[in-house]
C-alpha cells in the first residue's frame, strides 16, 4: 500500500486523541468520523475537514476505508466489528475488548473468517517508558528479575462527581479497576515480562457512587521466577504535575539493578548496594496523553498495512489479557490463587 484511508467510530472524549493522531500522519487519510450522536460527530468531523456519519455501513459505503478505528465504550464493539469484517475491513478496537470474553471470542472468529485483523487499542505500552523499560530488559540491565511493582494512583475517583467530566459512563460500569483500568498493566506486564498464569487479588469499592470496584491490589506469576503487583487505588494520587501521565508509578527490583518510574515520566536506575540514582534518557512528548501513546499505536499499526511491520496486539492474542482478568474477580471472590488456564 502507497496510503491508508481510515475511518473512524467514535466522536467522544478519547476518541479526540484518535482524529488528532491519524492526521498527523504521512501517507494516512482521514476518511470520516461516525457517532451516533450526530451533533458530537458533525463537529468533530468539521475541526478535521472530513464527512460526518451516524451509522457505520453508510460511512463504509461512502468512504470505503482501508481500517476503521472504534473509539466507543464495549457495548457497541461486537455489532461495529460485524459491519466492518462484514465488508472486509480491517479493525482497530478500543479496550475494554468487547463486554465479555464470550464476545471478544466471537470477534476474533469473525475476523479469522474475513481474513482481516483486529488490532486492540491496548495503548499503555506504547508509552515511551514502557519501551525504553523493555530496551533495558532485552539488554539484560537488572539482572534477574524479581519483582514489578506498579501502584496506580491517578486520583481521580473522589466524590459525588467522580469521573463526570471525562468519562462519565465510569460510575455506572459494574467493573471498573480492572476491566476499564487494570488491564493497561496486564497487558504491560505481559509486554515485559510474558503472558501471567496465576493470579491473587483483592478488590473493593471505596466511592460509593460509582457501581463498580475502585481500589485493590493484584499478585501476577509471571514466567521465569517474576512476581508482578498491581496496587490501585483511584482515590490517591501520587507525586506529579500532572497526574494522567503515567497515572502511577513503578519499580522493577533485579539481581543488578532497581528501575523506578516516577510520576513525571523519568526512569531512575540504582545498581545494586549503591546509594545514587542515575536518569535513563526517555524522550517523549509530555503535551499528549500518556506521553503520545495514541499516535504511537495507530502509527504502529499504518506501519503493519503501508509497510508490513510486525503487529502487536492482535485480538486472537490479546483473549489472554482478558482471562487474567476474569481470574483477578475470580480470586477475589473466591480468596484465593487462580489459574488463568482455568479461565478459558
Not at 58 to 73: E, R
Not at 208 to 220: C, H, K, N, R, T
Not at 265 to 290: A, I, K, N, S, Y
Request: include cysteine; charged fraction near 25%.
Amino acid at each position: 500500500m502507497n496510503s491508508l484511508k481510515v475511518a473512524v467510530v467514535g466522536a467522544g472524549y478519547f476518541a479526540q486523541l484518535h482524529h488528532e493522531a491519524w492526521m498527523r500522519m504521512e501517507r494516512v487519510e482521514l476518511a470520516g468520523i461516525c457517532d451516533l450522536n450526530a451533533e458530537a460527530a458533525e463537529a468533530a468531523a468539521k475541526m478535521h475537514g472530513v464527512a460526518a456519519y451516524t451509522d457505520v455501513a453508510d460511512m463504509l459505503a461512502h468512504t470505503q476505508p482501508d481500517l476503521v478505528d472504534i473509539v466507543t465504550p464495549p457495548p457497541s464493539h461486537l455489532a461495529v466489528i460485524r459491519i466492518c469484517m462484514d465488508q472486509k475491513v480491517a479493525v482497530i478496537c478500543q479496550k475494554p475488548f468487547c463486554r465479555t470474553p464470550d464476545e471478544a471470542t466471537e470477534a476474533v472468529a469473525l475476523s479469522q473468517e474475513a481474513g482481516r485483523f483486529i488490532a486492540v487499542h491496548e495503548n499503555f505500552r506504547f508509552q515511551p517508558w514502557y519501551r525504553k523499560t523493555r530496551q533495558l530488559l532485552d539488554e539484560k540491565v537488572l539482572g534477574q528479575v524479581y519483582q514489578i511493582t506498579y501502584r496506580l494512583r491517578p486520583g481521580d475517583g473522589q466524590g459525588p462527581d467522580a469521573y463526570l467530566a471525562r468519562q462519565p459512563y465510569f460510575q455506572k460500569m459494574p467493573k471498573l479497576l480492572i476491566h476499564e483500568t487494570g488491564v493497561h498493566w496486564i497487558d504491560t506486564f505481559r509486554y515485559l515480562f510474558g503472558n501471567p498464569t496465576a493470579v491473587l487479588a483483592d478488590l473493593r469499592r471505596l466511592n460509593p457512587v460509582i457501581a463498580g470496584e475502585d481500589a485493590g491490589i493484584v499478585l501476577f506469576d509471571l514466567p521465569n521466577g517474576v512476581r508482578g503487583v498491581l496496587d490501585g487505588n483511584r482515590l490517591a494520587d501520587h507525586a506529579a504535575d500532572n497526574t494522567r501521565r503515567t497515572m502511577g508509578e513503578m519499580l522493577i527490583e533485579g539481581s543488578d539493578a532497581t528501575l523506578r518510574l516516577s510520576g513525571q515520566g523519568e526512569l531512575w536506575l540504582r545498581r545494586h548496594g549503591r546509594m545514587e540514582e542515575t536518569q535513563v534518557p526517555c524522550d517523549f512528548v509530555d503535551t499528549v496523553f500518556g506521553g503520545d501513546c495514541v499516535f504511537n499505536l495507530c502509527a504502529h499499526v499504518a506501519d503493519h498495512m503501508l509497510d508490513g511491520g510486525e503487529l502487536e496486539n492482535e485480538a486472537s492474542d490479546y483473549l489472554v489479557v482478558q482471562r487474567v482478568e476474569r481470574a483477578a474477580y475470580q480470586s477475589t471472590e473466591k480468596r484465593c490463587w487462580i489459574d488463568v488456564a482455568s479461565c478459558l
